[in-house]
């Protein structure tokens, strides 16, 4: 079977803790939270027990006309914005990008919930004209590809679409997904990544099942804290991120500048319960990137791991990366600096381990204080460390039992 | 509704809702000015709250093949006056087919 090597030329994300890599680097190396308190939605929000989130609290200036925008919602802004910024900082030729020979595997956790909820708005509305305002304009900024298909429509993409919709996993299975499009051969490029809004739904949900973190609202930046004694569970946030995968030998042809490569990828899934993490399903997917990079543990310098900051998911995790890597890499768990941003999480945790990657540096799980002993087989990252990152693995985890994991390495160039 | 009073509504709505300014009255909106087929559903929309009426499948199938400001105004001009002609006409109604 054909296997190309696929690296990374470009990148964008939009993220709690900033936008350009500057800002992200400065809010990890200075240890600033993005997480704020949880604004008002005028529905949920007074019954929810967590009062905080990972917040893009910053403008952003969108210039997209209204033949684009039109078909949008919150989560296609986001989406939009970021593919906008990667293709333009890959330097792709236009005519390559409407070749069919560039695909985009993109999605969301579940569409635009801001524009479903004035669906459902309109159902109780007394308003005469309630019968017409569910057109296919909404469907269009709701639907669960809509980031995908904003995008092709956007930049004129005909190649391939692959939407995932596995909440946390969703721009991890994008990139991997987008990965083993190049590396087969079927697209010499793929435009990869998530995005989720500001959505109290899904707070809700991980209210209800006493997974939120509710013990920190009087300081957001406290929580959540991976691996931690103290940690309340998670927090959830927005965000978007994106980044080009390249087939080698067609990036160093055109002289691209090359962030790193994918050498490995997995996916799989529990077998079984939807919601529990399980040891077993994540120690094998571990496993399985791996043997697809074709390394051995020892070889793995860092660790992203999903740490979402819940009582269970933390400790399941570290039994299953201690089983396979026991103290090797060092392992810090990047949602302690914006909290969990949901389908775009693999993409923006992805965009930060280059960040690290080119500037040499690892930083702390943020509030990890005292470190739960059921989490200690693994070596956690407590205060800044310099230090070079050749290979870094990215750990993600969902609802629904599956499982991710995806193995970058830096290029020397 | 005056049919002039109806072009200016129209007009007006094209320049908030669909951020297309002034356009030509005879231009043609597909190739000017990017309104497409789901623009003019969103523009049968609000033709039924200017109108202040529901219009039926076969009215909003007539207006797929609309393609600029004249036709629609007909097109809305037509439905005011037959929405007087089935209704009992009130004093707008009086005034549907002014010029």
Known sequence: ?413 | MRRDAIESSILKIFAEKFEIEAPGVDDDLRDGYEFDSIDAIELLHEIEILLDTQLTRAEKKNAMEIRTINQIVDYAAALAAARCQTDSAGPECLSTTGQ
């Not at chain 1, 077993?280 to 390394?295: E, F, S």
């Open chain 1, 1 to 413: 079977m054909m296997a190309r090597r696929v690296v990374i030329t470009a990148c964008s994300a939009i993220t709690p803790i900033g936008r350009t890599r500057a800002e992200i680097v400065r809010h990890l190396v200075e240890g600033i939270s993005g997480v704020k308190p949880l604004r008002n939605d005028g529905l949920l929000t007074d019954h929810i027990h967590s009062g905080v989130y990972g917040t893009v609290d910053y403008p952003i200036d969108y210039d997209f006309k209204r033949s684009h925008s039109k078909t949008m919602g919150p989560v296609s802004f986001y989406a939009c914005q970021v593919a906008k910024e990667t293709l333009a900082a890959s330097g792709l030729d236009p005519a390559f990008i409407t070749s069919g020979r560039l695909g985009v595997a993109f999605g969301s956790t579940h569409g635009s919930p801001s524009v479903q909820r004035n669906i459902y708005k309109t159902f109780f509305s007394e308003s005469k004209q309630q019968f017409a305002s569910i057109g296919a304009v909404d469907y269009l900024k709701s639907m669960v590809h809509t980031t995908a298909v904003n995008i092709t429509k956007m930049f004129g993409i005909t190649g391939r679409v692959i939407s995932s919709s596995t909440a946390c996993t969703t721009s991890s299975q994008s990139i991997g997904f987008g990965y083993e499009s190049v590396k087969y051969g079927i697209q010499d490029a793929m435009l990869c990544g998530g995005a989720d809004e500001y959505d109290t739904t899904t707070v809700a949900v991980f209210d209800n099942l006493l997974a939120c973190s509710s013990e920190f609202n009087a300081t957001p930046h406290l929580t959540p804290r991976p691996f931690d004694v103290r940690r309340d569970g998670l927090v959830v946030g927005e965000g978007a991120g994106a980044l080009l995968l390249e087939e080698y030998e067609h990036a160093k042809n055109r002289g691209a500048g090359i962030l790193g490569e994918i050498i490995g990828f997995s996916c799989n899934n529990n077998g079984g319960d939807l919601i529990l993490p399980n040891t077993r399903g994540i120690t094998d997917t571990i496993a399985l990137a791996l043997k697809d990079a074709d390394i051995g543990p020892e070889a793995v310098d860092f660790i992203s791991a999903h740490a979402t900051g819940t009582k269970m998911g933390d400790v399941i995790e570290a039994q299953a990366t201690g089983s396979i890597y026991g103290k090797g890499p060092v392992v810090t768990g990047l949602k302690s600096y914006m909290g969990h941003t949901m389908g775009s999480c693999g993409a923006i945790e992805a965009i930060i381990t280059l960040y690290m990657m080119a500037e040499g540096f690892v930083p702390p799980t943020l509030n990890l204080v005292e470190v739960d002993g059921r989490c200690a087989m693994i070596r956690h990252v407590q205060h800044l460390e310099k230090k070079t990152i050749r290979i870094g693995a990215v750990q993600n985890f969902a609802f629904g039992g599956v499982n991710t994991c995806f193995i970058l390495k830096k290029i020397d160039t």
